[in-house]
């Protein structure tokens, strides 16, 4: 029988969880954000030598599983003399995993800026910095928002990952719940109806920047 005040008592540790899973989400999409641009940056316009590596970097990145990049940093790292928190740990790495898919949604969205813009930044004589930051760059973003949206739900689908370098995300602690308690039906329904309030305020969030940001035809 499904135990539900076990499922009522138990469950602000759950909430506690979820505080730490959101703050991890929202610092590692900031991150992803930032470092996203910077590499597409880098890979549409440095020289040829730079955007390589910086493509082959990217790539390299993308394609490893997360759980593998998480070991080898909090575990592997140490031996060579580089020790780092647990918390900053999860950012660093969940925010460089998905940055390396932002870059490629920068990428798609620059070079769907109309030719015209561009030459109408140089006849206007405007310079190089302002009219990316102003004008071009702004035109870019706003088509992004549904992937980035995507992204950051993506990201807090893989953050239970998180839970073996000892983060006391969601997940991880619902399953010590349920193993100290043998209340496996009640936790991960409880796990299951939390990940899915959380992705659909992601997804209304995400909505909700799309409308405010969109221009009047």
């Not at 080898?72 to 647990?86: A, H, I, N, S």
């Not at 702004?138 to 689908?157: E, H, R, T």
Request: aromatic share 12%; with cysteine; hydrophobic share 55%.
């Amino acid at each position: 029988m499904f135990d539900l005040e076990f499922l009522i008592a138990h469950l602000p540790v759950l909430l506690s969880a979820t505080g730490v899973t959101i703050l991890i989400t929202v610092l590692g999409m900031a991150l992803s954000l930032c470092l996203g641009l910077v590499l597409a940056v880098v890979q549409l316009y440095a020289a040829w030598p730079i955007a390589r590596l910086a493509y082959v970097l990217a790539q390299c990145v993308r394609v490893s599983p997360l759980l593998i990049q998480i070991y080898f940093v909090f575990y592997v790292l140490p031996f060579y003399g580089l020790t780092l928190p647990p918390f900053l740990t999860a950012v660093l790495i969940i925010g460089t995993h998905y940055g390396t898919y932002a870059s490629e949604i920068y990428k798609a969205g620059i070079r769907s800026i109309p030719r015209s813009q561009h030459d109408a930044v140089v006849a206007l004589n405007i310079p190089r910095w302002r009219a990316w930051w102003r004008i071009l760059l702004p035109q870019a973003v706003i088509p992004m928002i549904p992937a980035f949206g995507n992204c950051a739900i993506a990201m807090l689908k893989e953050s239970p990952l998180l839970s073996v370098i000892t983060i006391p995300e969601l997940v991880g602690v619902g399953r010590q719940l349920a193993f100290e308690t043998f209340k496996y039906t009640e936790v991960f329904t409880a796990l299951g109806l939390i990940f899915l309030v959380l992705s659909s305020l992601y997804s209304v969030l995400t909505r909700w920047i799309e409308r405010v940001t969109r221009v009047p035809a």
